[in-house]
């Protein structure tokens, strides 16, 4: 294995690049190929929402994989955070629902409100992860899980109790601002991220603090404040994934964001192999996918209704066996520490090891 | 780095501990121990198993506070600080069960180390400091993130470091390789390396001659003592080894059940009553024989 | 006054079960440093274990003394058995293995047990809760003033069976020589495997203990509840943890004083400000202990050895 994530994925080609473009290089190919995406599939509601769906998932997944995978510590309450965020950009996006901003055409308009709402349940979460974060990031790692999963539960009982959110109703009503684009602008921006954190010098103190806790305090890395900045960074993606789930369902209620959500998040990025970002993305792709699938199947299969809901019953307990399989036979989940491009078969082109 | 004084003199103590005692409940594992180290220093660390010599390492290392006395690091009073923000002081160590970062290239092991200098982190300062700091910090996150050509040169500055101290310390040929995959002797000797790219005043070696055999051993010697003139050090280690301590050390001190029992150059130690009992009651006979 | 009372004997009664429950966990964090996730939901089993003893009984039978005890019995066995299979089967195969993979078992194991019995295929009993028979006639034993303060007949049943099983774990790890080989694999498991200890039969046996424990309390607590659902496991276990670990966790003492506590704060929460919070005290308190003491009230920050 090279050392774990050494290249941000735009390094392919950096002997080519001048550095003073490279920071910004991806950005300016990700957006044409987006605005193209979007062309193509506007026609279709059916796979704008499954696409908007696994787009989420893909973000919840990468920025999981930051704490769990390259920090080593273990969260269970990602849930947690996107409610915040949801709920946060949601009451956003309703309060200003009447507001334009005249100089722009309503679209853009629109989508500047809707980054506004977005960015501000993305800051929200990031300080609820702080305020988790510190206290139980202080403490040895399984304290975090148990600190998190209580966190969600904070979270959802605060929800249900406020008139603001709907209480257990939910919130309804919020503009469907979201478009396969905006979701995927933000996939590739938590894939940028996590890449370049990996990539560069923050990056290795993850890992070191992942490797050996005390040796890495030792060579002067102040871990504590390595894994806060880590869970915080996490906990903003996730609040954005929140956000961007809050513009495209037509309701929102504290069901979406229960501990069953978190485990899946928790699922994929086990199964990807903790410490892979194109791991947790493959995997969030697969897992978002298979149920779906096996729906639409027996639904045309004409299985009497019951059939298509128990799909839905049965993915539970085989989360939770499928995480105890993978502990015994394959801890390392898919790809382990590595990336795709690193599994991938011989002769196709590889990258270089080390950065620059 | 702001928070230190300005640059000790040659002579001052780089590292001073005085009357450190610890207690773990009631079980005292160290005693009134005392030690200053001062530049171009190559000190030793002695005693039979279970004498207190790591919990010493781990009290100078901030890993355990001492329950009594001082830890001074090049002048400044370190009790209740952490273990990076003494490293920042200019104190680094190796582990007597290497802990390597196993699954990181040697390279990266020793980038992290240089990594983790450069005043980044607050080391107790005022409320003000802290916050510009704290700044710092974030700033250096974003240019990260955005890859700015600063950042990226910073990062070809840290590999040129780490590269030479993997040349120093013979690895450049196991530059890429996974630290676990390392020969046991070379895990080693990386462990220096990744110590030494803290920039340390003082380096901590514990029993870095464990498990080697004669003739690494030698090399070994000859390595501390180059690394302490090349990188100005003041050096500190524990062995088990007593051919090598007392062929490499200026001074020992010798402890038992966590007390100090002898103190000197290795001949005046080698002589002392209480360490010949003190070894021979544990029978331990390969000393013994060192020290007949 | 007398409202305060009633609140504290509530507190106490619902803190006696949290402690049964709390025990288990430190228990086996004790010997295995390991948080035992799936212990809430071995307790939810041990409960639908005792509610279908109590049907193949019958209305006559579960409710005469004998009928108690087989009640209690078969979901202790039952537990005990259940601890052991997981124990044996996907921890110890993982003991030598980074912490972290222990763990994620543990939470997978605890999934698949609270959603598994939420399925209606086979025997298992479907997501909606069932009520829980009346083993014990409910009846008003002391009245004080004019029903200002009541204590239950079934409050001072459980307290006595809490209290009576706490005492015999207490006899048990310190008096016998198994306590005492519980305690020296606590301390240093591979140390004392060297010295003839048989490790792997005391972890195992430890595992039964704090499952059967868990069966006994579950069933209590469905008894106070008159209901049994699949995720009362994680509820009542989550709580159960964090008393643990406010009390400290790995001290035995400590576990009773935090479920003790946490019974209190919750009844109080309830009481005096509204129902609706309850499930968030719980995880609020515990994050206000570890930011005052890290270590839990009775605990120590261990420092890890270097």
């Given at each position: 294995?090279a050392?774990?994530?050494?290249t941000?994925l ?5 002997g080519?690049?001048?550095?003073a473009l490279r920071?910004i290089?991806?950005v300016l190919i990700?957006?044409p ?5 979007e062309v193509?599939l ?10 908007s769906?696994?787009?989420?998932n893909?973000i919840?997944?990468v ?7 390259m920090?080593g ?10 409610a915040?965020?949801?709920?946060i950009?949601g009451?956003t996006?309703?309060?200003?629902k ?10 853009a308009?629109d ?22 974060g ?9 304290y975090l899980?148990?600190?998190t ?5 904070i ?17 309804s009503?919020?503009?469907q ?8 602008f933000w996939?590739?921006?938590v894939v940028?991220?996590?890449r370049r ?5 923050h ?15 030792a060579m002067?890395?102040?871990?504590t ?7 915080v960074i996490?906990?903003f ?22 501990f ?14 903790l410490?892979s970002?194109t ?7 697969f897992?978002t996918l ?23 019953q ?11 399989v993978?502990m ?17 078969p011989?002769?196709?082109?590889r990258?270089k090891?080390?950065?620059? | 780095?702001s928070?230190?004084?300005a ?5 001052d ?5 005085s009357?450190?005692s ?6 005292k ?7 200053t ?6 000190l030793g660390?002695?005693?039979p ?21 001082e830890v001074?690091?090049?002048?400044q ?10 490293n ?11 802990r390597?970062f ?5 390279l ?5 180390a240089?990594?983790?200098?450069g ?5 107790r ?14 700033r ?17 500055e ?5 590269e ?11 530059r ?9 002797g ?5 462990e ?5 790219g ?6 901590l070696?514990?029993?870095?001659a464990?498990?080697?055999?004669t003739?690494e ?6 390595l501390?003592?180059?690394?302490r003139d ?7 280690v ?6 090598l301590?007392?062929g ?22 080698r ?19 060192g020290a007949a | ?7 504290l ?6 803190g ?14 004790g ?5 035992n996730?799936?212990?809430?939901d ?7 274990m005792?509610y ?20 209690f ?6 537990c005990?058995?259940?601890g ?8 110890r195969p993982l ?5 972290l993979?222990?763990?994620?078992t543990?939470?997978g194991?605890?999934f698949?047990?609270?959603?598994g019995?939420q399925?209606?295929i086979?025997?298992?009993?479907g ?5 829980f ?12 003033g004019?029903?200002d303060?009541?204590?239950?007949n079934?409050?001072?049943?459980s307290f006595?069976?809490a ?10 790890v ?5 306590g005492k ?8 498991h ?5 010295m003839?200890?048989?490790t792997?039969r ?11 424990l868990?069966a006994?309390?579950?069933l ?11 995720l ?20 035995v ?5 935090g479920?003790?506590?946490?019974g209190?704060?919750?009844?109080f ?8 919070w ?16 890290p ?10 050895k270097?």
């Amino acid at each position: 294995m090279a050392a774990p994530g050494v290249t941000t994925l735009t390094d392919v080609d950096a002997g080519r690049v001048p550095p003073a473009l490279r920071g910004i290089l991806p950005v300016l190919i990700a957006l044409p190929v987006l605005a193209l995406a979007e062309v193509l599939l506007g026609a279709s509601p059916f796979a704008t929402y499954l696409l908007s769906v696994v787009g989420v998932n893909i973000i919840l997944a990468v920025s999981l994989n930051i704490v769990n995978g390259m920090t080593g510590q273990f969260s269970i309450g990602h849930a947690g955070f996107m409610a915040v965020g949801a709920y946060i950009a949601g009451v956003t996006s309703l309060s200003l629902k009447e507001v334009a901003l005249s100089f722009l055409p309503v679209a853009a308009s629109d989508q500047v409100l809707f980054t506004v709402a977005l960015l501000a349940g993305g800051t929200c979460a990031a300080l609820c992860g702080f305020l988790v974060g510190l206290p139980s990031l202080r403490l040895r790692g399984d304290y975090l899980a148990i600190v998190t999963l209580g966190f969600g539960e904070i979270i959802r009982v605060v929800v249900q109790n406020t008139e603001a959110f709907g209480r257990a109703l939910g919130l309804s009503g919020i503009p469907q601002y979201s478009s396969v684009a905006m979701v995927y602008f933000w996939v590739f921006l938590v894939v940028l991220v996590a890449r370049r954190i990996a990539g560069s010098s923050h990056g290795r103190s993850l890992w070191a603090i992942r490797e050996d806790e005390v040796a890495a305090e030792a060579m002067g890395v102040d871990t504590t404040g390595y894994k806060v900045r880590a869970f915080v960074i996490s906990s903003f993606f996730a609040g954005i994934a929140g956000g961007l789930f809050a513009h495209f369902v037509p309701i929102i209620n504290p069901g979406s964001f229960t501990f069953v959500k978190s485990m899946e998040i928790v699922v994929m990025v086990v199964l990807g192999g903790l410490g892979s970002t194109t791991g947790a993305i493959v995997a969030a792709i697969f897992l978002t996918l298979l149920p779906e699938g096996l729906r639409s199947l027996f639904g045309a299969l004409g299985a009497e209704g019951s059939l298509a809901q128990k799909v839905d019953q049965i993915r539970m307990p085989v989360y939770g066996l499928l995480l105890v399989v993978l502990m015994l036979a394959r801890p390392q989940g898919l790809f382990g520490t590595k990336e795709l491009w690193d599994v991938l078969p011989r002769w196709l082109p590889r990258k270089k090891k080390g950065l620059t | 780095m702001s928070t230190v004084a300005a640059a000790p003199a040659p002579g001052d103590a780089l590292l001073q501990a005085s009357g450190v005692s610890i207690r773990f409940g009631g079980l005292k594992a160290l005693t009134d121990f005392n030690l200053t180290v001062r530049q171009g220093d190559l000190l030793g660390l002695i005693g039979p198993n279970g004498a207190g010599k790591s919990t010493a390492f781990n009290v100078l290392t901030g890993v355990y506070q001492p329950t009594e006395g001082e830890v001074r690091v090049a002048g400044q009073r370190v009790n209740g600080w952490v273990p990076h923000q003494i490293n920042h002081l200019g104190l680094a160590r190796t582990f007597q069960n290497i802990r390597l970062f196993r699954a990181l290239t040697a390279l990266d092991n020793v980038k992290v180390a240089c990594r983790a200098q450069g005043g980044l982190h607050p080391v107790r300062l005022g409320p003000m400091a802290k916050a510009a700091t704290a700044m710092r910090n974030y700033r250096d996150w974003w240019r990260a993130l955005l890859l700015t050509p600063g950042f990226q040169a910073e990062e070809r500055e840290l590999t040129r470091q780490a590269e030479h101290l993997l040349e120093v310390m013979g690895l450049s040929h196991r530059r890429d390789e996974e630290a676990k995959n390392l020969p046991y002797g070379e895990q080693r000797r990386l462990e220096i390396a990744r110590a030494l790219g803290t920039r340390p005043k003082v380096l901590l070696l514990d029993e870095p001659a464990a498990g080697m055999n004669t003739r690494e051993k030698a090399d070994l010697m000859v390595l501390i003592r180059r690394l302490r003139d090349e990188f100005s050090l003041g050096v500190l280690v524990i062995e088990h080894d007593m051919k090598l301590v007392m062929g490499i050390c200026e001074r020992i001190t010798v402890l038992d059940h966590g007390e100090t029992i002898a103190r000197g150059a290795p001949a005046e130690v080698r002589s002392d009553r209480k360490v010949i009992e003190a070894y021979l009651g544990d029978s331990y006979l390969e000393s013994h024989g060192g020290a007949a | 006054m007398s409202q305060l009372l009633q609140h504290l004997i509530n507190g106490l009664a619902a803190g006696t079960i949290y402690a049964l429950v709390a025990l288990g966990y430190t228990m086996v964090y004790g010997v295995l440093k390991l948080i035992n996730f799936a212990h809430g939901d071995v307790m939810m089993v041990g409960v639908y274990m005792g509610y279908a003893t109590a049907f193949a009984l019958g209305r006559q039978a579960q409710r005469s003394l004998w009928g108690v005890v087989v009640i209690f019995a078969v979901a202790m066995v039952g537990c005990a058995l259940l601890g052991f299979l997981i124990e044996r089967f996907a921890y110890r195969p993982l003991r030598e293995k980074p912490r972290l993979t222990a763990l994620i078992t543990a939470i997978g194991i605890s999934f698949a047990l609270s959603y598994g019995f939420q399925l209606d295929i086979g025997f298992l009993p479907g997501a909606s809760p069932r009520a829980f028979p009346e083993v014990i006639t409910p009846s008003e034993w002391f009245i004080i003033g004019d029903r200002d303060v009541v204590i239950w007949n079934w409050q001072v049943i459980s307290f006595l069976i809490a209290v009576g099983l706490m005492a015999a774990l207490q006899f048990l790890v310190y008096r016998t020589r198994f306590g005492k080989a519980m305690r020296a694999v606590s301390y240093d498991h591979r140390t004392a495997a060297l010295m003839g200890i048989p490790t792997d039969r005391i972890i195992a046996l430890t595992f039964m203990l704090s499952s059967a424990l868990a069966a006994g309390a579950g069933l209590l607590y469905a008894i106070k509840d008159t209901s049994v659902s699949p995720l009362m496991g994680l509820y009542v276990g989550l709580k159960a943890f964090v008393a643990a670990v406010i009390g400290g966790i790995g001290n035995v003492p400590g576990a009773v004083v935090g479920a003790l506590l946490l019974g209190l704060v919750e009844e109080f929460v309830v009481g005096y400000a509204a129902s609706t919070w309850r499930d968030a005290v719980a995880f609020a308190f515990l994050i206000l202990v570890l930011l005052v003491k890290p270590g839990g009230l009775f605990g120590r920050v261990a420092a890890e050895k270097v």
